[in-house]
């Protein structure tokens, strides 16, 4: 069951995430092309390992496993998901 970002992380990328990664699957990254123009950070949800280190980083709490996404935010899972399947993560 993948983590997934949510909407507290639009507009904020605060990135701290991305560093504590151990799989490097949260993109684009600061380092990235793409960074400066997305809303919000990702996670890729066939690489992330379920460890649970983004989630306790985050300072706006914009990050949660998928089954206990708030039933408003739920629309996240897809957003997290479709950004890798369309080939965004330039990693
Ligand atoms: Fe990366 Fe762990 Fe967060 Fe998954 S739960 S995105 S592996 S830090």
Same mark, same amino acid.
């Given at each position: 069951?993948?983590? *997934? ?6 507009? *904020? ?6 560093? *504590? ?21 990702? +996670? ?32 996240? +899972? ?14």
């Amino acid at each position: 069951m993948p983590y *997934v970002i949510t909407e507290a992380c639009i507009g *904020v990328k605060d990135a701290a995430c991305v560093d *504590v990664c151990p799989v490097d699957c949260i993109h684009p990254t600061p380092a990235e092309a793409g960074f400066a123009a997305i809303d919000q950070l990702y +996670i890729d949800p066939l690489s992330c390992i379920d460890c649970g280190a983004c989630q306790v980083v985050c300072p706006v709490s914009a990050i949660f496993p998928e089954d206990e996404v708030p039933a408003h935010l739920t629309p996240y +899972i897809e957003k997290n998901r479709v950004y890798y399947e369309q080939g965004s993560n330039t990693a």
